[in-house]
Structure formats: structure tokens, C-alpha cells
Nanobody, 122 residues
Framework: QVPLVESGGGLVQAGGSLRLSCAAS????????MVWFRQAPGKELEYVAT????????NYADSVKGRFTISRDNAKKTVFLQMNSLKLEDPAVYYC???????????????WGQGTQVTVSS
């Protein structure tokens, strides 16, 4: 088991920034790829970004590329999502997930957090 707890969500104006955190517990955190997904009301779960266990590989959805940055601190067992230039289409519940495979496919991730809400105002 890899318990995950997201934080950092909130309300921000369009064009602003937020930094999400996902804190893990357990000794095997550094072995896992980490990913961020998001889900807006009435929409399907959407892939956002993923990072390999070492942090050496990252991948982003086209919709966030150049605006969002995923990073991790294995010593602190935390993964981050720096979100800049937030748009009106970015609001959603953001979830982090973990597993052993570096992939963008939700079915490959077995460990999930509870989510954190991001709201963007005009």
C-alpha cells in the first residue's frame, strides 16, 4: 500500500499559479512512478502529467505542456505539480496516483489519493 494525500488546491484567478503536493507514506515511494490526473464535473478522468521514479523522465498532456511542471522529492516522499498560467478550462479535482510503471494510462495505477479541488475564476 502507498497512502497518498494531495494538498494545495484552492481558488485562483485565471493566469495565476498553484502548486499541488502529493505526500506518500511507506518505504517504497522511491520505486514508484507518479502521475497526476484531473476530473472536471461531468467529464472523464483526464491525464495531466507523470514522472518516473528517479525524476529523470516526465511526460505531459498537450493541454498543460509548457504551463505545468511535475517534480518529486524522494527524500520527502512528495510529488509536486506546479501549475502556472491557469486557464478557465483547468478547474477540476486533481488526483495523484502511484505505481511501478511509467505510463499515462489510469488503469495501470493502483494507488490513488483522495483528490484536491482546483478552481479558476475569471
Amino acid at each position: 500500500q502507498v497512502p497518498l494525500v494531495e494538498s494545495g488546491g484552492g481558488l485562483v484567478q485565471a493566469g495565476g499559479s498553484l502548486r499541488l503536493s502529493c505526500a506518500a507514506s511507506g518505504r517504497t515511494f522511491r520505486n514508484y512512478a507518479m502521475v497526476w490526473f484531473r476530473q472536471a464535473p461531468g467529464k472523464e478522468l483526464e491525464y495531466v502529467a507523470t514522472i518516473s521514479w528517479s525524476g529523470g523522465q516526465t511526460n505531459y498532456a498537450d493541454s498543460v505542456k509548457g504551463r505545468f511542471t511535475i517534480s518529486r522529492d524522494n527524500a520527502k516522499k512528495t510529488v509536486f505539480l506546479q501549475m502556472n498560467s491557469l486557464k478557465l478550462e483547468d478547474p477540476a479535482v486533481y488526483y495523484c496516483a502511484a505505481d511501478g510503471v511509467f505510463t499515462r494510462y489510469e488503469n495501470e495505477y493502483n494507488y490513488w489519493g483522495q483528490g484536491t479541488q482546483v478552481t479558476v475564476s475569471s
